[in-house]
């Protein structure tokens, strides 16, 4: 463990968020967890550490903002993801995988001071919960009341 991954789970502890920790197989530390985005919905992301110690670089995933299952209407998907990209995603990154997954992402870099990268984990969350509904109606999907 580093010392920036000691001082992240110091403010994990702090604010009482609960996330999965592990190792991946090139020594990068990965943490998962899940955003309430309402009751019956979680929106689930990662985030991971470089193993580099006094500044790392670091990478947050907001996972299944949306799908997109109706290749019809991807033009009009990428049309958004570059609208919200430019004015509304801040320093994440919206994009649409081979998949159709929509997911939007922030690279980055951290020294021991991990205070701006929670305060960039939060403001992901919130960034991803007022995308959603925008990229679900240019793809066609329905949410049910």
Not at 41 to 59: M, N, R, T
Not at 61 to 67: G, I, K, Q, R, S
């Amino acid at each position: 463990m580093t010392k920036i991954t000691e001082q992240f789970e110091a403010i994990l502890r702090e604010k009482q968020i609960p996330l999965a920790k592990r190792q991946i197989d090139n020594g990068q530390i990965l943490y998962n967890g899940k955003f309430q985005i309402t009751k019956q919905h979680a929106l689930p992301f990662g985030i991971v550490f470089d193993k580099e110690e006094g500044i790392s670089d670091y990478q947050i995933v907001y996972h299944n903002l949306a799908f997109v299952t109706n290749f019809d209407k991807k033009a009009a998907v990428l049309e958004l993801l570059n609208e919200l990209n430019e004015m509304k995603s801040g320093y994440y990154r919206i994009c649409l995988g081979a998949d159709g997954e929509v997911y939007m992402r922030l690279l980055s870099r951290t020294s021991n001071d991990v205070v701006p990268l929670y305060e960039m984990l939060v403001t992901g969350s919130t960034i991803a919960k007022a995308v959603m509904p925008l990229i679900e109606a240019a793809a066609g999907i329905s949410k049910p009341e």
